[in-house]
């Protein structure tokens, strides 16, 4: 019995529904670190409020390790992934009624994409020339 899953992702779920349902707006509180992919210039103390609405977020997928989907900051579209070990809290923004969850570093997930055998190669940006002389 000490193998029993974590129920964390089950209750995201049933609270962000419950929110959907009854008209009231997702909030989630994230704990940032390296493994969070979120607009960091939206980051105080290490944390970020995000809003889980079905208007304001698209491709919502709350899974059991991640949470990820797009949503624009201001008017510029971002992906957006979560692990569920980072959700601080999730509440309705109307009442404030939800649940908090305590937050455990050792419970860390690695990102998905990441590969220790293959490390991501740097994204190409615009191209550049540099004067030698």
Request: net charge negative; hydrophobic share 40%.
């Amino acid at each position: 019995m000490s193998d029993i899953p974590n129920n964390k992702p089950y209750l995201i779920r049933a609270l962000h529904q419950w929110c959907t349902d009854f008209g009231f707006t997702p909030f989630m509180a994230v704990f940032v670190d390296e493994n969070v992919e979120v607009p960091m210039e939206f980051v105080k103390n290490n944390e970020i409020v995000l809003n889980l609405s079905l208007e304001a977020c698209h491709q919502l997928n709350l899974d059991n390790d991640w949470i990820s989907f797009q949503a624009r900051f201001g008017g510029v579209p971002r992906k957006i992934m979560v692990p569920v070990s980072h959700v601080l809290a999730i509440y309705a923004r109307e009442n404030g009624q939800g649940m908090s969850f305590p937050f455990d570093a050792s419970q860390s997930v690695k990102p998905k994409d990441s590969d220790p055998e293959n490390p991501e190669k740097p994204k190409a940006g615009r191209p550049s020339l540099t004067i030698v002389k």
